[in-house]
């Protein structure tokens, strides 16, 4: 499932983090790439330990966090840390596929979702689409500046070079309390509909029957 959710963050929090990153140095990207992404990743990003990116995580961690649309949609147990990246011309990231096994907070993690947050306009930069190769073939995004896209860490996916200006985003990858895709889907169209039939009619039998529904299907799959 592939999921656009825009204003993730605010203007004032868009803001915050360009002011930020204006004043950080970046280095090369590879650093944190598997050995066979190293070969098509041509970026830089925020280096561990900058007091930038500690600041611009927690931020973006308060955001992801009061977002209900990424948390019904993604049913987070572990986020990774994120990596801010900085396309400049001539960058791009080949085709690759993110590393099924991570470390995350001192212990080992599944990769289920990654996400790719837009911290500027896209008219500050030509080319730089997040291409994804899902079934309905080869899709492009380039969001606006808060938006971001959540999808299934197992597809082969890329960034398209950049031809002019820079682009910024924040990259990342979940495990997920529903560890099947298909399952994840599920509860999510559940509580999609649930939640209509609540603002249209209020709380209902069919509104309790779903939520009832949604609750144990929950409880059957959820993995701890």
Request: proline residues 4%; hydrophobic residues 40%; contains cysteine.
């Amino acid at each position: 499932m592939i999921v656009c959710i825009g204003d993730v963050l605010t203007p004032d929090e868009l803001k915050r983090i360009t002011v930020a990153v204006e004043k950080a140095e970046f280095v090369d990207g590879k650093t944190t790439a598997g050995w066979h992404a190293k070969l098509v990743k041509q970026n830089t990003q925020l280096p561990k330990g900058a007091p930038e990116l500690d600041d611009i995580c927690k931020l973006i961690g308060a955001a992801l966090q009061r977002n209900r649309l990424f948390q019904t949609a993604v049913r987070p147990k572990l986020i990774h840390p994120m990596l801010i990246s900085r396309y400049e011309t001539g960058m791009a990231y080949g085709v690759h596929t993110d590393d099924a096994l991570m470390n995350a907070q001192q212990q080992l993690m599944r990769s289920d979702v990654s996400f790719t947050l837009f911290l500027n306009s896209p008219e500050a930069y030509q080319g730089g689409e997040l291409v994804i190769d899902s079934t309905q073939g080869e899709q492009p995004y380039k969001l606006e500046a808060g938006a971001m896209i959540v999808y299934p860490s197992s597809t082969l996916h890329w960034v398209e070079t950049v031809t002019s200006g820079v682009r910024l985003a924040a990259v990342s990858w979940v495990q997920s309390l529903i560890r099947d895709p298909q399952e994840r889907e599920i509860l999510f169209d559940l509580d999609t509909v649930r939640q209509a039939i609540f603002k249209q009619q209020g709380k209902t039998r069919e509104f309790d029957l779903l939520s009832k529904t949604h609750a144990n299907l929950l409880r059957k799959w959820v993995e701890f």
